[in-house]
């Protein structure tokens, strides 16, 4: 049975925050709020979580382009390999903040995604994501969901979401209305930095 669980932004219990990440710690799925859009994600170190959210989206987990959310820069090293001063400039202005960089990954990638070059990283400017991931210790693999509505991209409402998805996920998190607008991903493994789309974050940070 799916949990739906209140939390506030601006004052977040750690009671709440331990309920989650315990969920994640045993493997579950959880869909919470981030700067952007809802997300759905799980435990990085975990592999049958990660098979459930590809097997959802359905894709083949080693094809999926999900974003490793993290606390902080300071998880960058582990699955990143060795970035120059510019790029590390541009991180620095953008984060937190709703922007999914795109970088070179090195050879400490989960087994899932070893054979891929690149790692999408995302640190939201949200309290709720970031104390979760801050709690448990690594970060998140995540992915946004989508609606079926053709005007809106994205749910929005948690209560909505959490009738839609209660079947699939072990816990979606009320942390008030989300956006409809995704993040603004930005690759940064190559010479220069390329739009691949853009979205809630702004360019000016380039």
């Not at 709690?135 to 209560?159: A, C, F, K, Q, R």
């Amino acid at each position: 049975m799916s949990q739906f669980i209140k939390i506030y932004e601006d004052k977040t219990s750690e009671a709440a925050i331990a309920k989650v990440v315990k969920v994640l710690k045993d493997g579950g799925l959880i869909i919470y709020p981030t700067d952007t859009v809802y997300g759905l994600g799980c435990d990085i170190t975990n592999s049958k979580a990660l098979e459930r959210i590809a097997k959802i989206k359905g894709i083949k987990l080693e094809k999926a382009n999900f974003s490793f959310v993290c606390h902080d820069l300071s998880n960058l090293s582990d699955y990143v390999k060795q970035i120059d001063t510019a790029t590390f400039k541009i991180l620095k202005r953008a984060l937190p903040g709703p922007y999914t960089f795109i970088l070179p990954g090195n050879n400490n990638l989960p087994k899932e995604f070893k054979k891929k070059t690149t790692v999408g990283i995302r640190v939201p400017d949200n309290n709720i994501a970031l104390e979760i991931v801050k709690m448990l210790g690594n970060p998140i693999v995540s992915t946004s969901i989508h609606d079926d509505d053709e005007v809106l991209e994205y749910s929005t409402d948690p209560e909505l979401i959490f009738e839609k998805w209660q079947d699939l996920v072990d816990m979606v998190i009320d942390g008030g209305y989300g956006d409809n607008i995704g993040s603004t991903i930005i690759d940064l493994s190559g010479h220069e930095p390329e739009v691949i789309r853009e979205g809630k974050g702004s360019l000016d940070i380039l």
